[in-house]
């Protein structure tokens, strides 16, 4: 059963606009979320992450929204750039003895300059 | 570079062969990660080391996957009679501390192809 769900698995966003991707969990007693952004041949990098106590994290053009109500978090890119252009990850964890991560399946964003 | 390395970077393996993934974590670092990434997928947790103690081995998916990391610091990957749906892209991480959170750092990955 998939924990963390990204329904997207495209966007396409104009150089300058803003790229918002989705990001959907089931389980509430996550600690932590974060987003990472991978290029093709190489490994993810961590971008920024949320605690479950918080609502909104903001780290120079990335936001991350919390809604735990929903389930849902968000990340906004403003203003995107063509270097960009990367497949996304939402992931979760439970902060603990193992710390390890719950991965969504990605969102490629492709921001046409 | 400082990051964490892995090797071979691609590893084409006949059906039934088996075969060793190597990762070189940074320096320092107590905790290591192995996850593997099928076509389209994201990453899934596959075991966790703190140190050479191997403390989470829930997410390998058959005892044909095996880990080790003896001295605390390089990991190996083995996985023994290779079958097609072991093909994917296996990561390996490495984070500074234990207990509390900490940024995990991957490599870029070995792909593998079963044949």
């Known amino acids: 059963d998939q924990q963390v769900k990204q329904n997207s698995p495209s966007l396409s966003v104009q150089e300058g606009r803003i790229s918002i991707l989705n990001c959907d969990y089931t389980?509430?007693?996550?600690?932590?979320f974060l987003w990472y952004k991978k290029y093709p041949a190489e490994g993810p990098t961590f971008l920024i992450s949320?605690?479950?106590?918080?609502d909104k994290n903001e780290d120079g053009r990335f936001t991350v929204f919390l809604n735990k109500s929903a389930k849902h978090l968000s990340l906004h890119i403003v203003p995107s750039q063509p270097g960009d252009s990367a497949v996304y990850f939402c992931?979760?964890?439970?902060?603990?003895?193992?710390?390890?991560?719950?991965f969504g399946t990605g969102t490629l964003l492709a921001v046409q300059p | 570079g400082a990051g964490v390395s892995q090797s071979p970077r691609y590893k084409v393996a006949k059906r039934g062969q088996d075969v060793a993934l190597r990762c070189d974590p940074i320096?320092?670092?107590?905790?290591l990660f192995w996850y593997q990434q099928a076509l389209g997928q994201g990453p899934e947790f596959l075991t966790y080391?703190?140190?050479?103690?191997?403390?989470?081995k829930s997410g390998l998916p058959s005892d044909r996957f095996f880990a080790e990391r003896p001295e605390g610091s390089v990991s190996t990957l083995k996985i023994q009679r290779t079958q097609q749906e072991d093909s994917a892209v296996y990561l390996c991480?490495?984070?500074?501390?234990?207990?509390?959170?900490?940024?995990?750092?991957f490599g870029p990955g070995t792909r593998l192809t079963v044949l």
């Open positions: 992931a979760a964890l439970f902060e603990g003895a193992t710390n390890k991560l719950i």
């Open positions: 080391f703190q140190n050479e103690a191997q403390l989470d």
């Open positions: 949320i605690s479950s106590i918080k």
């Open positions: 320096s320092g670092h107590v905790s």
């Open positions: 991480a490495s984070s500074f501390s234990g207990s509390d959170y900490n940024e995990q750092f």
């Open positions: 389980n509430s007693m996550f600690d932590y």
